[in-house]
């Protein structure tokens, strides 16, 4: 007679496959323990887990649980079954955020893969019971790390995700932060939207519409100061989702007064709470004080929707103390091609031309742009370091990629584009930037606003202070 040991590290996997007629008793344990069925289930969770974590899924003792499957087993087959059974137990996982990673994956798979909203509910309550922010967060980025859902995938059910969980992430507190953290001044602006989207249910009119319009700000900071930070960290996949999300909000703005309000209204109310409980935990347990200084830098280049940050966030940390000062200025000339300037020449050239100008390396990273008075399109210093790709909406990234590699192959020079934007005529040209030898250093972008140089007519020859 043959001889199975089953111990608290046993996977629960490995049984079922070897005793498939387990599948079929497997509810006389506990009702929940019928999702080992399903296949994804299977796939993900099953997996990883052992008899420890059943037990701890049932809630159960751990020896009641391997009696059950040795029963079982011996009752079924001519196999002897030696339990063992340890004080500790040993899970699949190295800890339970992993463990509860894995369910989440589980259940947002299962749910792409046309699972019914209320039965995922259902047992996301009886699987988990509570969950954190960033878990939620942490197993979107996996399953796109590991390639079985795309952004695009995860944007299209994103709101269903969130609906999955939401009743958890209620019943966490907001974070609060001190006036002047950029939290503090991200929840500032929520608070108001809510208000406008209350007093626009109420009284519909353009103005309010206009008003509302205001979030575009608050969106756009997210997007050039926060979102790099997060992606420093390995963490693009929420913020690639919120900017798609942030893009069909601006879609529906751009209907003006002919938009739908409980649409848009929903809309916005639903990034509000996607933000507040989970993108904001998130970027707080995984951004440090420094992170969060450079967050802050460069927020009034974008500006503020509706609100005005406060002072009172002081931060100081051994990393900020010791940062060589922004405000020193190397002084030796440099030796360029055809003469020689200081930094700080240079830096003030640039800024006072006309045209805007930036700069992307060999790696695709932005390593500069001219910090004009007046920009055409948003930028901010969180951009530095950066991905290109990263610094445009997802659905705009495969025309980034096509200029970027026909300049890398050598096959083209020059892309331009021309638009009319708010009654600006924009040109915008890119222009592959090669060494002596020909070979590929970078991207150089120039934007200028020729709405006034195309409507020059005729000549003049002589100075005109006038205009």
């Given amino acids: 007679m043959s001889k199975l040991i089953l111990s608290e590290a046993t996977k629960i996997i490995d049984i079922i496959d070897e005793y498939p007629f387990l599948t079929d008793v497997l509810v006389e344990l506990d009702p929940i323990l019928r999702r080992f069925k399903n296949p994804i289930l299977r796939k993900t969770v099953g997996r990883r887990a052992t008899l420890t974590d059943v037990s701890d899924m049932i809630n159960k003792d751990l020896e009641e649980v391997i009696s059950f499957f040795s029963t079982k087993i011996e009752a079924s087959t001519n196999i002897q079954i ?28 299962e749910l792409h893969a046309g699972g019914e909203l209320p039965a995922l509910k259902s047992r996301f309550k009886e699987i988990l019971g509570d969950v954190d922010a960033t878990d939620i967060a942490s197993m979107e980025q996996e399953l796109i790390d590991s390639g079985e859902l ?80 997060l992606e420093k960290k390995d963490f693009a996949g ?73 002072d009172e966030w002081k931060p100081l940390s051994p990393e900020i103390i010791h940062q060589t000062s922004s405000d020193e200025q190397e002084t030796d000339n440099l030796n360029l091609n055809t ?22 390396n060999p790696q695709d990273e932005v390593l500069y742009y001219s910090g004009t008075k007046e920009r055409i399109f948003p930028r901010s210093p969180g951009v530095i370091g950066r991905k290109v790709q990263k ?58 606003d020729v709405t006034s140089i195309r409507a020059l007519k005729g000549e003049r020859r002589l100075v005109n202070w006038n205009d």
């Fill in 82 to 109: 030696e339990q063992k059974v340890g004080t500790e137990g040993k899970s699949g996982w190295e800890d339970e955020h992993t463990r509860k990673r894995e369910m989440l994956k589980a259940l947002v798979l």
């Fill in 150 to 229: 795309t952004v695009d995938q995860i944007t299209l059910l994103c709101d269903l995700h969130v609906g999955i969980f939401e009743d958890s992430l209620a019943e966490h507190q907001k974070p609060q932060t001190v006036p002047g953290h950029p939290i503090h001044t991200y929840m500032a602006e929520n608070s108001f939207a809510r208000d406008l989207i209350s007093h626009l249910k109420e009284n519909p009119s353009p103005a309010l519409i206009n008003e509302l319009a205001k979030i575009e700000i608050h969106y756009t900071r997210l997007e050039n100061q926060l979102f790099p930070m």
């Fill in 238 to 310: 929420p913020s690639q989702v919120m900017w798609a999300k942030h893009d069909e909000t601006r879609q529906l703005l751009r209907q003006g007064e002919k938009v739908d309000i409980e649409e848009l209204s929903n809309q916005i109310e639903d990034m509000i709470f996607k933000e507040e409980t989970i993108l904001f935990p998130t970027s707080l347990e995984l951004l440090t004080t420094l992170d969060w200084q450079t967050v802050k830098h460069g927020e009034e280049e974008i500006g503020f929707a509706w609100v005005t940050p406060g």
């Fill in 339 to 360: 003469g020689k300037l200081t930094l700080n020449q240079i830096d003030l050239m640039l800024t006072h031309l006309p045209i805007e100008i930036s700069f992307i």
């Fill in 391 to 448: 610094c445009h909406p997802p659905r705009s990234v495969d025309k980034v990629e096509q200029i970027i590699e026909a300049f890398r192959s050598g096959r083209k020079d020059l892309a331009e584009f021309w638009i009319t934007m708010e009654g600006k005529f924009l040109h915008i040209r890119y222009f592959a930037v090669r060494n002596d030898k020909g070979e590929y250093q970078g991207t150089l972008e120039v934007m200028q």
